[in-house]
């Protein structure tokens, strides 16, 4: 089983950055993507950012220019930078890990930006 560990959120005042990070553990084969996704109330999940293991990347419309996203193979681990923080990015930051067969999603870490 595969279990995903958020860390890295939080308060934060507008203007601010933050770094999120998700280990993963478990039986993790390659080729594989992951992902950070969010959810703000009343709004769909949508893509931050994601990153596959060879290390391509692709980023959502909303965040392009404030976010960068970075992955450690060795240790199955991802981290999410964003900067530039408005009160536009409040939301439940998800962590997503998948390939062709399985998907998997961690339990979700708040991050809340004050004006």
């Known amino acids: 089983q595969v279990q995903l560990v958020e860390s890295g959120g939080g308060l934060v005042q507008a203007g601010g950055s933050l770094r999120l990070s998700c280990a993963a553990s478990g039986t993790i084969s390659s080729p594989n993507v992951m992902g950070w996704y969010r959810q703000a109330p009343g709004k769909e999940r949508e893509l931050v950012a994601s990153v596959t293991s060879g290390g391509s990347r692709n980023y959502g419309d909303s965040v392009k220019g404030r976010v960068t996203i970075s992955r450690d193979n060795a240790k199955n681990t991802v981290f999410l930078q964003i900067d530039s923080l408005g009160p536009e990015d409040t939301a439940v930051y998800y962590c997503?890990?998948?390939?062709?067969?399985?998907?998997?999603w961690g339990q979700g870490t708040q991050v809340a930006v004050s004006s």
């Open positions: 997503n890990l998948r390939n062709r067969f399985w998907n998997y």
